[in-house]
């Protein structure tokens, strides 16, 4: 089973680009275990307590982590930092965040990211 870890970006997807993100991931990896690091849970509440699209889709987001993932702990306070310190942990991270993104490949992790409209592809380091 692959573990898969899903950053803040990612959890917005369902509602920001209307990415079926759970059901794109079991296309791409099969079988999957979901983890969210504390610091994005927390920067998903932080977003969802503003108003518009952005707190809509972390409050979607706050949910999809709390119904779907499970909470890993880290040292860092950033959560692209937190991505970072733990991407050797898990097999896939998930983003749409273009640093993150080429950091986590530095790292020697494979990334999940959207391709085209609403799909999901692998880059691999």
């Known amino acids: 089973m692959a573990t898969v870890a899903m950053d803040t ?18 296309r791409l990896v099969g079988d999957f275990e979901c983890v969210a690091p504390q610091a994005v849970r927390d920067e998903l509440a932080k977003l969802s307590d503003g108003a518009g699209e952005e707190a809509v889709a972390a409050s979607v987001g706050a949910d999809l982590a709390a119904d779907r993932c499970r909470t890993v702990e880290h040292e860092a306070s950033y959560a692209d930092d937190a991505l970072v310190e733990l991407a050797d942990e898990f097999d896939y ?7 993150l993104k080429e950091r986590v490949l530095d790292a020697g992790t494979p990334v999940i990211h959207i391709r085209g409209r609403n799909k999901l592809a692998v880059s691999q380091p």
């Open 93 to 99: 991270v998930v983003t749409n965040d273009g640093p």
């Open 9 to 26: 970006s990612a959890l917005m997807m369902p509602v920001e680009r209307d990415v079926r993100v759970f059901e794109e991931l079991e």
